[in-house]
């Protein structure tokens, strides 16, 4: 079965220092990432997706994120953090012929003055 | 920009009524997703439809919820009758097919079940 972790609850950052947000997945075949962003009581904006081909992808609002297929992660990234990105981000993986995507549960990103 | 309408944004009511969500895709965009995100979890999938055919709803009550897309254009989720679990952003999101898609999200309407 298909799932995604996102081992934090939340990531605390300082203005101006890169950030992490990690996820990991399970899934049988290849699979296709995602990751949103979603700020309070609004629907998610995509950021990003891994298809195939190059490992790093960039995306939108300086994001970007590493695929590693051996370690099954998907961490989004960002060299320099801002206040205006603190908000929620979700993981996303998916895989079959429907394009169904399973969701992580999700990280709060706090950057901080 | 084009984007995906979802009305209304707020919807308050009492366990046992009726309430009914409503979503407009992006023109063009012939796959709608509907998803239900509790408060402090991830999206979850309520149902699928490619044009106006269910394509999965497999996680869709079907005892209380209901959904349809008659002319494969916008959309219609029911919940009749609502219960205080049913409290939670109801999402809407739209691709242009399935095939590995982008989909993209709506602002979500937010029920509350007193």
């Known amino acids: 079965a298909q799932s995604v972790a996102q081992p934090e609850d939340q990531v605390n950052v300082a203005e101006g220092n890169p950030l992490t947000v990690k996820c990991t997945y399970s899934v049988s075949g290849n699979p296709y990432l995602f990751w949103y962003v979603q700020y309070p009581n609004r629907g998610l904006q995509f950021l990003l997706k891994y298809i195939t081909g190059d490992n790093l992808v960039k995306g939108s609002y300086g994001f970007e994120a590493e695929f590693n297929k051996s370690q099954t992660s998907f961490h989004l990234k960002k060299p320099t953090a801002l206040v205006s990105d603190s908000a929620l981000y979700f993981c996303?993986?998916?895989?079959?012929?429907?394009?169904?995507?399973?969701f992580g549960a999700g990280t709060r990103l706090a950057v901080h003055p | 920009e084009a984007e995906v309408a979802q009305s209304p944004r707020y919807k308050i009511t009492e366990k046992s009524q009726a309430v009914a969500f409503w979503c407009d895709p992006i023109s063009g965009h012939a796959t709608l997703y509907w998803y239900r995100q509790i408060l402090g979890q991830g999206p979850e999938l309520l149902v699928q439809f490619q044009d106006e055919s269910v394509v999965d709803d497999s996680q869709l009550p079907k005892d209380r919820f209901s959904a349809e897309r008659l002319k494969g254009v916008d959309s219609t989720l029911k919940i009749q009758p609502a219960e205080l679990g049913d409290s939670a952003m109801y999402l809407c999101?739209?691709?242009?097919?399935?095939?590995?898609?982008?989909?993209?999200f709506g602002p979500g309407t937010r029920l509350l079940v007193l």
């Open positions: 999101a739209s691709s242009q097919d399935t095939y590995q898609e982008t989909q993209y």
């Open positions: 996303a993986v998916g895989a079959g012929g429907y394009n169904k995507l399973i």
